[in-house]
């Protein structure tokens, strides 16, 4: 099991509020991720750090925003969350020299969030 | 395009029986593959991973196969049991950057009944 966590699991908020979905790793690893994954679909990269102070926006665009002030936390901002964002999101993270696509991610048990 | 094909988009199959899922892509440059397996309301984890000289690799009862040549995978469950029922997700990674770009499949529902 990895040492990954995401907060809350669950989450259901109304339209125009503002959320922060928190992901936290105790395996020092340098690089994380974010993505979203919507029901039978694939993971799509939102957002990634190869480190601290270090941020980069993925495949997929979002509305969301990133910041990375410390190795061990990734944590993702909607500031005014629609019903379009309703979706699971997941956190993940990877470490070692070999390079991102090298690394096997750890993934976090996610983030279901509803809006309303 | 680079693309990651699975199929059977879902499966159900009896405790005990066998089954293989497949995987078609077309990253290029390859790197690796993996299959990871998700349970519901769960992050994925993953299995197997294999590089372009490696065509067999073993976890247990799940036997990943690779011919990077026609560029296709399979992941075979050998004696089903109840806890392998979710969602099993082939990724394919590229050596084009330096993040190692990750290919993600739609993955196999995997059901298995008592």
């Known amino acids: 099991e990895a040492d990954i966590y995401q907060t809350p699991r669950y989450l259901v908020i109304g339209t125009g509020k503002k959320i922060t979905l928190e992901c936290s790793q105790t395996m020092g690893h340098d690089k994380m991720y974010w993505y979203q994954q919507d029901p039978g679909m694939e993971l799509h990269l939102i957002h990634y750090s190869y480190g601290v102070n270090s941020t980069e926006k993925g495949d997929l665009s979002s509305e969301s925003t990133v910041s990375r002030i410390r190795t061990e936390h990734f944590p993702l901002t909607l500031e005014s969350a629609r019903p379009s964002h309703t979706s699971q999101y997941l956190c993940a993270s990877s470490g070692g020299l070999a390079g991102g696509g090298q690394e096997t991610q750890y993934f976090g048990p996610g983030t279901r969030l509803l809006v309303l | 395009k680079n693309q990651v094909e699975q199929s059977p988009q879902s499966l159900i199959i009896l405790e005990g029986k066998n089954c293989t899922l497949q995987c078609n892509y077309t990253v290029s440059p390859f790197s690796n593959l993996r299959w990871y397996k998700q349970d519901t309301g769960r992050g994925p984890v993953s299995l197997t991973i294999?590089?372009?000289?490696?065509n067999t690799k073993s976890n247990g009862r799940y036997t990943a196969t690779l011919d990077a040549d026609t560029k296709q995978s399979s992941l075979h469950i050998t004696a089903s049991q109840l806890s392998d029922s979710a969602s099993y997700i082939c990724?394919?990674?590229?050596?084009?950057?330096?993040?190692?770009?990750?290919?993600f499949g739609r993955g196999t529902q995997l059901t298995v009944w008592p």
């Open positions: 294999m590089t372009f000289s490696e």
């Open positions: 990724v394919v990674s590229d050596r084009g950057s330096t993040l190692g770009r990750l290919y």
